[in-house]
C-alpha cells in the first residue's frame, strides 16, 4: 500500500500538468502582490472610503497578512479548479491512457488502488497548499512586512494585534486543506464514471462553479439550500479571523468569535469527502474495464 | 517426468453486457507449457474472456481457476505469477521507458537492479532507447516495451491479447519468435489471442476457436490441423473433366469435396509440383494451382466461411 | 425711552461682566497647564465602537507647548476618530482669541462644575464651538464637548489622578459619532448570510464611538526632540 502510493505521487509529479497548477498559482500571485504594491493605496483608499469619514486610520494597513488574506479570498475560488484538473483525472486520465487496465492486472485490490490514488491526490492538493502559502503568506511577508492586521467585513470591522495573526493563518491553511480536500474527492469520485480527461474535469469545475454561484447570490430562495452545499462550507476559514470580544467591547487576544461554526463546516467538509471516496470505491470495484 | 499441471482452467463462463451476449458459456483448459492460441473474429468474445482471466471485468457465471487457484479468491497470488498485454500495449507517455518498466515492475512486487531492467529492455531490443520517453515511440516500440513489462516479474503466465495489432510485417515476425522464445527457452506458458489466423497457426500448440461468444472448438493444433498438409485449390479449363480424371487417378485420396466450383485437394507442400506435372501430363490445362494456409481453411470450415477471412487471405 | 436705554446697558455690562469671570477661570485653568511646556505618556487606548473589533493597544502620546501633539501606537495600527484625539486642552486654551461665557453649573462624576462656551474669534478655525465643564476648585478641565465644521461633534471627559496638579488626566474618553459602516458582501467575500441576532444587529448601528485612553505614566519637562512630532 505505501509503495502504491509512492507509485501514483510519483506519477502525479512526473507528468507537465501538474505544474500548470503551481505555475498558475505563482503567476497569479505575483501579479497580485505586484499590483498591491504598486496601487495598494487606492484599492485601500476604495475600501476605506466610508470608514475613512469619521475615524483616522494609521499605520501599514497593507502588510503581509492583509496581502494574504485578499489572496487567499481570490485564491481559494479558483485552487479548486486547479485541484480538479488533477483529481478528476486520477482515474479517467489512466482509462484514457489505456494505462488502467494493465494497472488493474497487478497483485493489488482495486480498494487499495483507490485509496493510494486518493491519498496521491490529497498529498498534491497538499503540496499546492503549501506553495500557496509560502508564496501568499511568507512571500508577502517579506515584500510588505507584518503589522497588526486591518480586516474589512461587510458589516464590522477587525483589528487583529500583530502576535495574535500567525496561528490563525495556520487553522485557516488547515482549514482550506480539508476544504480543497473535499473538492479532490469530489473530482476523484467523477473521475470514475469516465473513460477521457475532459469531463471529469469540467463537471467537478461547473459543479463547483455552480455551487459557488448558489452560495453567493443573495437570494433568499437559494439561502435555505445554502448550508447544504459543501461551497457554502470551504470558505469557513475566514472564521479563523474574527475574533470576539468581551462586553466593553474589547477584543479578547486569541479568540474566535465563531468556533463552532468552523468545527460544523469542517465536520461537513469531512463527511462529503469521506461519502465522495466511498461512493468512488463502490462504483469502481464494480466497474467493468473496458478501456 | 513431471505431470503437466492446468494453468487455466474456464468452466461455464458467461459475460452479457445489456442485451449482447459477448461470453456465452465458455469452458477451456489451458496446460504448462502450451502456447495457447486464442481465435475469433473481432467481436467473437477473445477480449471479454482475457479481461474476465485478469479480474479487468467480473464474470456473469462461471468459475476461473489460474494455476490451480480460484480467481475469485487467490487473485493476488495469482496475478502476481501473470504478465499480460491487453490489446493496445499503452503505457505512461510522459515517462521513459525504462521508467515505466521500473514502475510496472514495483506495481508487480519487485525492486529490479538497474541492470536486470537495462537487460529486459535489451531483451526487446530498446536498450538505446531507455531513457527516452514513450511518447517518442512508435507502435512498435511500444509493443515491445508492453512485452517487456509484461515479462519483468518473470510470470510463468503469459497473455498476449491481440499483439501483433498494428505492427508492420517485421514487427509481427519479431513477435511470433519471440512467442517461440518464450516457449521453448523458457518454459512460459503463453495465452494469445488473434484474428490473425497465421499468427495462431505457426505458434500455437492448442487452440480454441469462439465465434459469438460460443466455444467452436478447442483442441491440440496438430490435431485440428497438420501444418504439413496444405490444401490446395485448384481450377483448370474443365473442372469436370479434371475432376474425373483426379478421382480415377493416383490423387484420388487427396481429393476434397469441391466447393464454389472449386476443386480442393490436400497434400503435402513437396507434392504441388508433382500434381502439376500429372495434369499437364493428363492434358488438363491448369489455371491456378493455389495452396492455401490449413488453418484458414479450416477456420472457414468451422465459422462457415465468413467474409472476414476471405479478406484475410487476399 | 432712558429706561430702554439704562436696561440695554445694564445688560450690555451685566452680559460681559459675566464673560470677563468665566475668562478668568479659563485662563486660570489655562494657568496651570502652563507649568507643563512638554510630556511624554504611556498609556492603554481601548477602541469602542459597535462596529469595530480592536484589541486594547498601548500608545505614546507627546505634547510640546502651545499645540504640538502627537498619539503614536507602540506599533500596529491605530484607529482614531478623525481630528479628535489630536485636540486636548492645552490646544483648546492656547490661543487668546476666544470668548468665554457661562452657562451655568453642573455636576460631572459627582464634581461640581462650571459650565463655559468657548468660542473661537477666529473665522476659520475649525472649531465652531467648546462647552467646557470646569473644576473651579482644582482648576480641572472635567468634560468638553467640542463641534467642528469637519468632524462633528465630540465630547472628552477627563478624569484626574496623580498628575492633577500639573491638569493632566489619568483617563480620557472620547466619544464621537459615526456613520453607519457597511461594504458589499461581494466585495468582502462574504457569502454566509448568517443573519445577525436582532440585538447584536441593533447594537452594530449604534452610532457613538468612544475611544478611551488610560495613562499609566507621564514624563513631564523633560524635552522632546522634534522627530517624535513627524
Avoid at chain 2, 531483451?123 to 517518442?136: C, H, I, N, Q
Avoid at chain 3, 436696561?7 to 507649568?35: F, N, P, R, W, Y
Wanted: glycine fraction near 6%; charged fraction near 20%; proline fraction near 3%.
Amino acid at each position: 500500500m505505501f509503495s502504491l502510493i509512492q507509485i501514483e505521487t510519483y506519477k502525479i509529479f512526473r507528468r507537465p500538468r501538474t505544474y500548470i497548477a503551481f505555475a498558475a498559482i505563482t503567476s497569479l500571485i505575483v501579479l497580485i502582490q505586484f499590483g498591491l504594491k504598486v496601487d495598494g493605496k487606492s484599492y485601500l483608499d476604495f475600501m476605506l472610503n466610508d470608514l475613512s469619514t469619521t475615524l483616522q486610520i494609521e499605520g501599514n494597513i497593507m502588510n503581509g497578512y492583509l496581502v494574504c488574506y485578499v489572496m487567499l479570498q481570490l485564491l481559494l475560488v479558483h485552487v479548486p479548479l486547479l485541484i480538479a484538473l488533477i483529481a478528476a483525472d486520477m482515474i479517467s486520465g489512466e482509462a484514457n491512457m489505456g494505462t488502467l487496465r494493465l494497472l488493474l492486472t497487478k497483485p493489488f485490490s482495486r480498494t487499495q488502488l483507490m485509496l493510494s490514488k486518493f491519498i496521491a491526490s490529497t498529498i498534491y492538493t497538499l503540496l499546492l497548499l503549501i506553495w500557496l502559502a509560502f508564496l501568499a503568506l511568507f512571500v508577502s511577508m517579506w515584500i510588505f512586512g507584518t503589522d497588526d492586521m486591518f480586516l474589512m467585513k461587510s458589516s464590522y470591522v477587525v483589528l487583529l494585534k500583530e502576535n495574535d495573526v500567525f496561528w490563525r493563518y495556520i487553522g485557516a491553511f488547515v482549514f482550506a486543506a480539508l476544504a480543497m480536500t473535499t473538492v479532490a474527492a469530489l473530482g476523484f469520485l467523477l473521475s470514475v464514471f469516465a473513460e477521457n480527461s475532459i469531463g471529469p474535469i469540467v463537471a467537478t469545475m461547473s459543479v463547483i462553479i455552480f455551487f459557488t454561484i448558489l452560495s453567493t447570490l443573495n437570494i433568499p430562495i437559494f439561502n435555505t439550500v445554502k448550508p447544504y452545499l459543501f461551497t457554502t462550507h470551504m470558505i469557513s476559514w475566514k472564521e479563523f479571523f474574527d475574533i470576539q470580544v468581551n462586553d466593553a467591547n474589547e477584543a479578547i487576544n486569541g479568540s474566535i468569535q465563531n468556533l463552532p461554526k468552523i468545527l460544523q463546516s469542517a465536520a461537513i467538509l469531512l463527511i462529503h469527502i469521506v461519502v465522495f471516496v466511498w461512493a468512488a470505491i463502490w462504483v469502481f470495484r464494480k466497474k467493468d474495464i473496458l478501456s | 517426468m513431471v505431470p503437466m499441471q492446468d494453468i487455466i482452467t474456464v468452466n461455464n463462463l458467461s459475460k452479457k453486457f445489456r442485451n449482447l451476449k459477448a461470453v456465452d458459456n465458455i469452458s477451456f483448459t489451458v496446460r504448462e507449457g502450451d502456447v495457447y492460441g486464442f481465435l475469433g473474429q473481432n467481436g467473437a468474445g477473445k477480449s471479454t474472456t482475457i479481461r474476465m482471466l485478469l479480474t479487468l471485468i467480473e464474470p456473469d457465471a462461471g468459475d476461473i481457476s489460474l494455476f490451480g487457484l480460484s480467481l475469485a479468491r487467490h487473485r493476488h497470488e495469482i496475478l502476481r505469477q501473470v504478465g499480460a498485454v491487453i490489446e493496445k500495449p499503452d503505457v505512461y507517455k510522459y515517462l521513459s521507458a525504462y521508467d515505466n518498466l521500473k514502475l510496472f515492475a514495483r506495481l508487480s512486487g519487485i525492486k529490479p537492479t538497474e541492470q536486470q531492467i537495462r537487460e529486459q529492455l535489451a531483451m526487446v531490443g530498446l536498450a538505446d532507447r531507455a531513457a527516452d520517453k514513450v511518447k517518442t515511440f512508435s507502435q512498435g516500440m511500444k509493443q515491445r516495451l508492453g512485452i517487456a513489462i509484461a515479462l519483468v516479474h518473470d510470470p510463468a503466465l503469459i497473455i498476449l491479447d491481440e499483439p501483433t495489432n498494428g505492427l508492420d510485417p517485421q514487427g509481427i515476425a519479431d513477435i511470433r519468435n519471440l512467442i517461440l522464445h518464450l516457449s521453448r527457452d523458457r518454459n512460459k506458458t503463453v495465452l494469445v489471442s488473434s484474428h490473425l489466423l497465421t499468427e495462431i497457426e505457426q505458434v500455437a500448440t492448442r487452440l480454441i476457436i469462439i465465434d459469438k461468444g460460443k466455444k467452436l472448438v478447442e483442441g491440440a493444433a496438430a490435431d485440428l490441423f497438420d501444418p504439413a498438409q496444405t490444401l490446395v485449390s485448384l481450377d483448370t479449363l474443365n473442372n469436370q473433366q479434371a475432376m474425373e480424371q483426379l478421382a480415377n487417378g493416383p490423387w484420388a485420396g487427396a481429393l476434397q469435396p469441391q466447393r464454389d466450383g472449386q476443386i480442393y485437394l490436400k497434400l503435402h507442400r513437396n507434392q504441388v509440383p508433382q500434381l502439376h506435372a500429372y495434369l499437364v501430363q493428363a492434358g488438363i490445362p491448369v489455371l491456378a494451382l493455389q495452396p492455401r494456409h490449413s488453418l484458414e481453411d479450416y477456420f472457414l470450415q468451422v465459422t462457415s466461411g465468413k467474409q472476414y477471412v476471405q479478406s484475410y487471405t487476399n | 425711552m432712558r429706561k430702554i436705554w439704562i436696561m440695554i446697558v445694564l445688560l450690555i455690562i451685566g452680559v460681559s461682566s459675566h464673560a470677563q469671570d468665566m475668562t478668568a477661570l479659563v485662563l486660570k485653568v489655562k494657568e496651570k497647564l502652563d507649568q507643563v511646556n512638554d510630556y511624554e505618556a504611556e498609556g492603554r487606548m481601548k477602541t469602542d465602537v459597535a462596529f469595530i473589533k480592536a484589541p486594547i493597544g498601548k500608545v505614546k502620546v507627546y505634547f510640546r507647548k502651545p499645540d504640538r501633539f502627537r498619539l503614536k501606537k507602540d506599533g500596529g495600527i491605530s484607529l482614531l476618530p478623525k481630528g479628535g484625539v489630536s485636540v486636548n486642552i492645552g490646544s483648546l486654551v492656547a490661543t487668546q482669541n476666544f470668548m468665554a461665557l457661562g452657562a451655568g453649573e453642573a455636576v460631572v462624576d459627582g464634581i461640581a462644575t462650571k459650565v463655559v462656551k468657548l468660542l473661537p474669534s477666529d473665522e476659520n478655525s475649525d472649531v465652531v464651538l467648546t462647552t467646557m465643564y470646569i473644576d473651579e476648585a482644582n482648576l480641572l478641565v472635567r468634560k468638553a464637548v467640542t463641534t467642528t465644521k469637519e468632524n462633528g461633534t465630540y465630547e472628552v471627559q477627563m478624569s484626574y489622578g496623580k498628575f492633577a496638579q500639573y491638569g493632566l488626566p489619568d483617563k480620557v474618553i472620547f466619544s464621537f459619532n459615526t456613520k453607519n459602516y457597511k461594504l458589499p458582501k461581494g466585495l468582502t467575500l462574504e457569502f454566509d448570510d448568517n443573519e445577525k441576532p436582532a440585538t447584536e444587529a441593533e447594537k452594530l448601528k449604534n452610532r457613538k464611538g468612544r475611544v478611551e485612553i488610560r495613562y499609566t505614566n507621564y514624563t513631564i519637562n523633560k524635552g522632546l526632540p522634534d522627530s517624535v512630532f513627524k
